[in-house]
């Protein structure tokens, strides 16, 4: 897709953060935009580089910061995103021509926490989502209406079909022989498919 319907993704990918994130690729297909998240295409480039490529084809961008935190005693904490956030922030203040039109939002999962870490946000709307994928979906479907002007359907409704979805995925899963672990490490951009076909599917069914 274009510049205009690319939304790039930053975010943890820890099992435990999964269901925020399908939810979000979930919303970004339902409401006709295409999710970039940085996965590994090719192994000859480095992982900075291939981020940065979906920055700049991204009109629009989701930044969660949730993970800025150690897990184990004695570790660092993770600043992968918080970093990729200063690239998109830069892209956007720097850039040429359509890169002065990207749009972001930030996320984190509990309010003012941000502000210990990145003190330079202060001022900057960041959008709360206490881990709840419900609440993350409502997050990113308001911010999109406020963006566009344009009739959206309901964080509610969106969510009862991602469940809707969830159920039928597994059902379609079975029918294709997907084991556990094909499912848990299918690439994004194909379970992307999964949805608009699903999505298409459905609309055809309630047509008949």
Same mark, same amino acid.
């Given at each position: 897709?274009?510049?205009?319907?690319?939304?790039?993704?930053?975010?943890?990918?820890?099992?435990?953060?999964?269901?925020?994130?399908?939810?979000?690729?979930?919303?970004?297909?339902?409401?006709?935009?295409? %999710?970039? @998240? &940085?996965?590994?295409?090719?192994?000859?480039?480095? $992982?900075?580089?291939?981020?940065? *490529?979906?920055? #700049?084809?991204?009109?629009?961008?989701?930044?969660?910061?949730?993970?800025?935190?150690?897990?184990?005693?004695?570790?660092l904490a993770r600043f992968n995103?918080?970093?990729?956030?200063?690239?998109?922030?830069?892209?956007?203040?720097?850039?040429?021509?359509?890169?002065?039109?990207?749009?972001?939002?930030?996320?984190d999962k509990i309010k003012f926490?941000?502000?210990?870490?990145?003190?330079?946000?202060?001022?900057?709307?960041?959008?709360?989502?206490?881990?709840? %994928?419900? @609440? &993350?979906?409502?997050?990113?479907?308001?911010?999109? $209406?406020?963006?566009?002007?344009? *009739?959206?359907? #309901?964080?509610?409704?969106?969510?009862?079909?991602?469940?809707?979805?969830?159920?039928?995925?597994?059902?379609?899963?079975?029918?294709?022989?997907?084991?556990?672990?094909?499912?848990?490490?299918?690439?994004?951009?194909?379970?992307?498919?999964?949805?608009?076909?699903?999505?298409?599917?459905?609309?055809?069914?309630?047509?008949?």
């Amino acid at each position: 897709m274009a510049f205009e319907n690319n939304i790039f993704i930053n975010c943890p990918f820890d099992k435990e953060y999964k269901p925020i994130l399908k939810a979000l690729i979930f919303t970004s297909v339902y409401l006709d935009y295409n %999710p970039l @998240v &940085a996965e590994t295409y090719n192994s000859a480039d480095s $992982r900075v580089l291939a981020i940065q *490529k979906l920055i #700049s084809k991204a009109k629009y961008s989701i930044h969660d910061l949730s993970r800025m935190e150690s897990t184990k005693k004695n570790q660092l904490a993770r600043f992968n995103m918080p970093f990729e956030l200063g690239l998109d922030i830069g892209c956007k203040r720097f850039g040429d021509g359509k890169m002065k039109e990207k749009y972001l939002l930030i996320l984190d999962k509990i309010k003012f926490r941000y502000q210990k870490s990145i003190s330079d946000l202060a001022g900057n709307d960041i959008e709360i989502h206490h881990d709840d %994928p419900q @609440v &993350a979906i409502r997050k990113f479907r308001n911010w999109i $209406r406020k963006i566009t002007g344009a *009739k959206t359907d #309901s964080a509610n409704k969106i969510w009862r079909l991602y469940n809707e979805f969830n159920g039928d995925f597994y059902i379609l899963a079975r029918s294709e022989e997907l084991s556990a672990m094909d499912i848990e490490e299918m690439p994004w951009d194909e379970f992307c498919v999964y949805i608009a076909e699903w999505l298409q599917g459905r609309q055809q069914f309630h047509q008949n």
